[in-house]
C-alpha cells in the first residue's frame, strides 16, 4: 500500500519561506510526474507545479518566481520551495506521484500565511 505524506506545512508571516517534502512508503516502481496541487477553503484544487520523471516543470502563473517544484530521492522524491508567501498562497497542500498507472494522494498539509 503506497502512501504519501506531506511534511513543511506551517504557519509563517507574509514574505516568508516553507520548504514542503513528500515522504513514500510502500511499493513505487517507475514515477512518472509528480506535483503538488492547494485547496483554499470554498474553493477548487488547483495545480501549484509540476515536474515529469526528467525534469519538466510547470507552474500556476501566480507562484511562478516564487515557489520551486525539485527533485529528491527514493524517500522524498519531490519538494516544493514556496519564497515570497502571500496571504493567497494560504491552502491545504498536496502532494501528488502519477505512478504505476495511479495517481497517488498524501493528506494535506496546511500552509497559512499570516500576519
Known amino acids: 500500500q503506497v502512501q504519501l505524506v506531506e511534511s513543511g506545512g506551517g504557519l509563517v508571516q507574509p514574505g516568508g519561506s516553507l520548504r514542503l517534502s513528500c515522504a513514500v512508503s510502500g511499493s513505487i516502481v517507475s514515477i512518472d510526474r509528480m506535483g503538488w496541487f492547494r485547496q483554499a477553503p470554498g474553493k477548487q484544487r488547483e495545480l501549484v507545479a509540476t515536474i515529469t520523471r526528467f525534469g519538466i516543470t510547470t507552474y500556476l502563473n501566480s507562484v511562478k518566481g516564487r515557489f520551486t517544484i525539485f527533485r529528491g530521492n527514493a524517500k522524498n522524491p519531490v519538494y516544493l520551495k514556496m519564497n515570497s508567501l502571500k496571504s493567497e498562497d494560504t491552502a491545504v497542500y498536496y502532494c501528488?506521484?502519477?505512478?504505476?498507472?495511479?495517481?497517488?494522494w498524501g493528506q494535506g498539509t496546511q500552509v497559512t500565511v499570516s500576519s
Open positions: 501528488k506521484i502519477t505512478a504505476d498507472g495511479y495517481d497517488y
